[in-house]
């Protein structure tokens, strides 16, 4: 299968970091953020890789090239400005193909099992399902959560109980997803599109499934948080 990996945001949270680099070149225990990403996807056997940029993009594909030294295959899917996420995939979907593929946001660093994601596709695609989503606790900056998960399916949360308790029935969006590319069909290639408004009517259908990862998810969106994941993984490396 193939996976996308996201680059082309800004960073305006990030700056002065991103003023003069890439959000996903910033480093974390010695690695660049994306570098972490298409190490353990090629660990997973996911080989075929297409990153989008648009912020300072000849830099990421200065650094990456075309993947060969990390033993993937990289194509890039420029942007002259950025196009949000669903902008971003529906410009890629000549290089993505027309079978179910995942795509990762560049800012983010997680210990989700990347070798589950071919048999998620496959159910995915079984079930005539349109995304698969990796869900996560809450986390302090975004207590609400995003999406509301009932077993392996992702439910409409206009119920009772989230809007009573929001906070416990919703879950985060992790930033790791498995998509069908007919959900982004009707999104013309260079325009600006968000991801939220295509999941929530899919949602409203039925055809999105979701699991909840327990694990180690940061969403490395401020210096703060790069800072305390560079410390973590440097002092990982040290046990």
């Known amino acids: 299968m193939k996976a996308m990996i996201l680059a ?17 070149l910033l480093q974390a225990g010695g690695k660049a953020l994306i570098v972490w990403h298409i190490e353990r996807l090629v660990a997973a056997g996911i080989t075929e890789l297409v990153v989008n940029h648009a912020h300072l993009g000849a830099q990421i594909e200065q650094a990456l090239g075309d993947g060969s030294r990390f033993g993937a295959r990289i194509r890039y899917s420029p942007e002259a400005s950025a196009l949000e996420t669903a902008g971003g995939i529906a410009n890629a979907l000549p290089l993505l193909g027309d079978k179910p593929f995942a795509v990762i946001n560049g800012d983010i660093y997680c210990d989700y099992d990347f070798t589950r994601l071919p048999a998620q596709a496959a159910v995915m695609q079984a079930k ?48 790791i997803g498995l998509y069908h590319p007919a959900l982004f069909a009707d999104i013309p290639r260079g325009s600006v599109a968000p991801l939220a408004p295509l999941l929530r009517a899919q949602i409203a259908l039925g055809r999105v499934g979701g699991e909840h990862h327990r694990g180690l998810w940061i969403d490395v969106g401020t210096p703060q948080r790069l800072h305390e994941l560079d410390s973590q993984l440097r002092a990982n490396r040290h046990d």
Do not use: W, Y
Request: glycine share 10%; charged share 20%.
């Open 8 to 24: 082309a945001g800004r960073g305006e949270r990030m700056r002065p970091l991103t003023d003069h680099t890439p959000k996903p």
């Open 128 to 175: 005539g399902d349109r995304a698969h989503l990796v869900l996560v606790d809450n986390p302090a900056h975004h207590p609400e959560g995003d999406f509301q998960l009932n077993g392996n399916r992702i439910v409409p949360t206009a119920t009772q109980s989230s809007i009573l308790n929001p906070q416990s029935s919703l879950l985060t969006f992790s930033g």
